[in-house]
């Protein structure tokens, strides 16, 4: 009887710790976080371009970012605002701006620095895990460089293949 | 036979508990051409809808990558065997050829909310004036808002 009654419970803690297993939430990042995470690589490797073309130096006095997004819609207030929290964080010394430059405005008459402008674009679907992500530097009276950034998508993780000149206006 | 541990034994319990509900991992690739196949469906759908303007459909979308083009195409047609579907470089009528209805893809798209994303797609059935929709999907890739955007004519 003693056996009959160990066997029992011994199954129902079985069961009880297999549905354990189907309740624990399972770590899925949504597909908007991905997307964004493509967007926030792009802006990475927009601003690594700027760093080597002017200096280190440079981009910490003389230089405020300004992160733009080409939507169709002239701002997209919070996704814009997320990813330039990202940003600072990854650049602590860089200094970011908070909203948008009026068009052809390249000098922030409140800090005097220039405004160079990030601006993430069209995100392209290129087969077997492979993701692209287009973005264009803007140094105003300097032109602008357009770049396509190519990601390995990998458990979720995203890792830069290559780097493509798209463009170079002077 | 030796019989492995209890705590391996549970383990594993455990762990066929999670993979027995766990989705299985999609590419984000693999979801936003399955969100552009639903937004061309539902374009054609309006496209269709709108009156007689012919069976075939001239589709631009933005993939650089042609396979990635043609696997959505291919897809429309075993969709919609009556149809005829085109790619499109452009989008304008092709010089000599049916007038047929446009279809566009934009290459934008923002981020609506947590798991929502919003496409611009153009549709033109007479080759001259376009209403552009914003049309939004959700994390089932399913096309989960539409509106007007704009209306405008072809050049």
Partial sequence: MSQMISRFLLLTAIGILFLCGCAFPSENVSMVDRLRDVQ?????????????????????????????????????PTEREKI??????LYPAYSFLDREAADGCFADSRSGRRIVIITIAETAVEGD????????????????????????????????EKIQIANAIG | MRIPPLPLILLHLFGAGCAATS?????????????????????VSIAAASGDHGLTFRIAVPEYNTQVATDILEKLRAEYPAYTFLPADFFEPAPG????????????????????????????????NVTMYRMQVNAQEEVSGLSVWSRYQLQ
């Fill in chain 1, 129 to 160: 895990g492979l993701i692209s992500c287009g973005g264009t530097i803007t140094y105003g009276s300097l032109g602008s460089s357009g770049f396509t950034f190519f990601f390995r998508e990998n458990s979720g993780r995203f890792l830069l």
């Fill in chain 1, 40 to 76: 926030v690589q792009s802006a990475i490797g927009l601003i690594d371009i700027v760093k080597e073309e002017l200096g280190d130096a440079s981009c910490r006095n003389e230089i405020e970012f300004q992160i733009s997004l080409f939507h169709l819609e002239n701002s997209h």
């Fill in chain 2, 97 to 128: 050829s049916p007038p047929g209805i446009l279809i566009r893809l934009h290459p934008q798209l923002a981020i609506d909310g947590p798991e929502t994303i919003a496409f611009f797609v153009s549709i033109s059935v007479d080759s001259a």
């Fill in chain 1, 84 to 89: 330039t929290a990202r940003l600072r964080r």
């Fill in chain 2, 23 to 43: 989705p299985p991992e999609k590419f984000l690739g693999e979801y936003l051409a399955a969100c552009k196949l639903n937004l061309l469906k539902k374009s």
